[in-house]
Nanobody, 121 residues
Framework: VQLQASGGGLVQAGDSLILSCGTS????????MGWFRQAPGREREFVAG????????YYVEAVKGRFTISRDYARNTVYLHMNSLEPEDTAIYYC???????????????WGQGTLVTVSS
């Protein structure tokens, strides 16, 4: 599975962004998807995840109520809608896929290349 993340950019605090992660192949429905982020000098952390069937979603406490993860099976794409962005959200955001489940640790089988989100105050 190849993953291609996009949608990052420079925004101001309070703004919104939508990250996209396109996938190759015909097995999108088989994979649980996750978004992670890594800020300078910090470890990669789980942000949000969605089950293969789309019925279950998971979020780190810091983004609950502000971020929404979704997936479009027709486009083989997973999205991360980010609202009310804060400077603390500044990081490189990575999408990931794994057939085992929504893992809240960076142990996914497949990773995208990352997209940079910078939130200015």
């Amino acid at each position: 599975v190849q993953l291609q993340a996009s949608g990052g950019g420079l925004v101001q605090a309070g703004d919104s962004l939508i990250l996209s992660c396109g996938t190759s192949g015909q097995t999108f429905r088989s994979y649980h998807m996750g978004w992670f982020r890594q800020a300078p000098g910090r470890e990669r952390e789980f942000v949000a995840g969605i089950s293969a069937n789309g019925y279950s979603t998971y979020y780190v406490e810091a983004v609950k109520g502000r971020f929404t993860i979704s997936r479009d099976y027709a486009r083989n794409t997973v999205y991360l809608h980010m609202n009310s962005l804060e400077p603390e959200d500044t990081a490189i955001y990575y999408c990931a896929a794994d057939p085992r489940g929504v893992l809240q640790v960076p142990d996914y089988k497949f990773w995208g290349q990352g997209t940079l989100v910078t939130v200015s105050s």
